[in-house]
């Protein structure tokens, strides 16, 4: 489903990818991990077209994306790009990024209604669909700011998937929550399986990539060091970076829940 091939993204004289390339399965929950600061959520952007990347190729589906000159084109064709990857790829940010004014129905049906210029009766029953999926059905008329944070999460998850896309990025989905719903974290995107969606997932979080996780990146320095199952690279792992990350973590420490 995805294909990434020596991607570089510079920020001026600071390199962030550094040939990064990787491949991630069709229907496939992949962790990308890896210390702060090493280039993982950048990533993620530019898997979204959030972020232009300056040499290299990403390819999603029967979607190619160039980095730099070979990827510059008229505002018409970058128009046209942006529609063509975001129509596949849904993202998650760690923020949320909720529109306020708006209920957690009237979030999640937006894009469908202003993108996909779809009916509102059927955006609605789209979005009770989602809103059901993530646990939150009897919540729909509520505000964002009637909402808890893990609530918060869940709806924009929901206006992830209501898009219909192949792939959905997770940009650090655990970091402001407690390890109670760390767990209900890793729960729902589990039992996301039967939807046959590629998840994506950044995080510095060792117990909870092990636990969600059918293959795990590990990234440093802006480069995909290793790939494997999460048994492989956190029982096995055949680089130094990453026998060195994860032995910067208490080995003690118990997962939020086996596979």
Known sequence: MIEVT?????????????RASFRIAEAQLTTILGPSGCGKSTMLRCLNRLERF???????????????????????????????????????????NLFPHLTALGNVIEAPMTVKHMPRAQAEEVGRHYLSRVGL???????????????????????????????????????????????DVA???????????????VSHDLDF????????????????????????????PSHAETKAFLDSFNEGANPVGAR
């Open 209 to 236: 990539a092990r636990a969600i996780s059918d293959q795990v990146i590990y990234f440093e320095g802006g480069r995909a060091v290793e790939a494997g199952t999460a048994a492989q690279v956190f029982e096995q």
């Open 54 to 96: 300056d040499d290299g190729a990403i390819t999603i589906g029967d979607v190619q994306v160039a980095g730099g000159a070979a990827g510059a084109g008229s505002r018409a064709d970058e128009d046209d790009l942006v529609q063509r990857v975001r129509e596949k790829v849904g993202i998650v940010f760690q923020a949320f």
């Open 137 to 183: 059905a009897g919540k729909e008329s509520h505000y964002p700011a009637q909402l808890s944070g893990g609530q918060q999460q869940r709806v924009s998850i929901a206006r992830a998937l209501a898009m219909e896309p192949a792939v959905v990025l997770f940009d650090e989905p655990t970091s402001a929550l407690d390890p109670r719903l760390v767990r």
């Open 6 to 18: 020596d991607v570089v993204k510079r920020y001026g004289a600071t390199t962030v990818l550094n």
């Open 187 to 201: 729960k729902l995107l589990r039992a996301l399986d039967d939807l046959k969606k590629t998840l994506v997932v």
